[in-house]
């Protein structure tokens, strides 16, 4: 779980993280941004997942945990793109 953040990082959140877009379907990763509140429960914390539908500012994301998916309500500013460039070659 992280706890601080690193030198470089810390100050003002960047602005283009909180407010960047996803499309339905794509494939995130939750990375907690430790200078907000956490709003979600802390197991998913580095869980990929995809997104399912934008509701109001927080996206729904579909995560699987053991066999059942379950969705959670997660704002951009945890959410971190996943490249998956290489698996469709």
């Known amino acids: 779980m992280l706890k601080r953040k690193r030198a470089s990082e810390r100050g003002k959140i960047s602005l283009t993280k909180y407010f960047q877009e996803f499309k339905v379907g794509e494939a995130v990763s939750v990375v907690r941004e430790i200078s907000l509140p956490l709003d979600y429960v802390k197991k998913i914390q580095g ?27 997660i704002h951009p500013i945890h959410l971190r793109r996943i490249n998956n460039d290489a698996s469709s070659k």
């Open 47 to 73: 869980r990929t997942g995809n997104i399912v539908a934008k509701r109001g500012a927080a996206y729904e994301v579909a995560i699987l945990d053991i066999h059942k998916e379950k969705r959670y309500m």
